[in-house]
């Protein structure tokens, strides 16, 4: 709450001035460097800090043994995927291979068919000449 008066210049340089006193009193009253609480806290402090470091390089550790991990099962999983790349690919080739001779076999087996079916008519029409080009000729 504000004071009821105005305060004049006076009354702020002495308020200044009480100001540093209590600041400067506060600063004198502080523990030095070599204050047996000052010396337990920086220990405290450093004990701290060698955790925190500790706890730093654990999570650390475990990081990379993770990634080491991912890494492995990447790796596993690639050569899975290659495995099985090259079985299809096996299977892919015997596939058409078989296929081919299939094919092949069938195409063989056609002109087979196509061939006795030829030579059976070459053989019809030898006969037919045989046996009734004479006849043919002499109707005439």
């Not at 955790?51 to 990447?74: G, H, P």
Request: charged letters at 45%; proline letters at 3%; aromatic letters at 2%.
């Amino acid at each position: 709450m504000r004071k009821s008066t105005n305060p004049d210049f006076q009354d702020r340089r002495r308020d200044a001035a009480e100001a540093r006193q209590a600041l400067l009193a506060k600063l004198k009253a502080a523990p030095g460097p070599d204050d047996p609480v000052v010396i337990e806290k920086r220990r405290e402090r450093e004990a701290i800090a060698k955790a925190r470091a500790a706890r730093q390089a654990e999570r650390e550790r475990v990081r990379k043994a993770q990634e080491a991990e991912r890494e492995r099962a990447r790796e596993a999983q690639e050569e899975e995927a290659a495995r099985v790349a090259a079985e299809a690919e096996r299977i892919a080739t015997e596939d058409a291979a078989r296929a081919a001779a299939e094919e092949a076999e069938l195409k063989a087996e056609q002109k087979a068919a196509r061939d006795a079916r030829y030579a059976a008519r070459k053989l019809a029409k030898k006969q037919r000449r045989k046996g009734m080009g004479a006849e043919v000729g002499r109707h005439f």
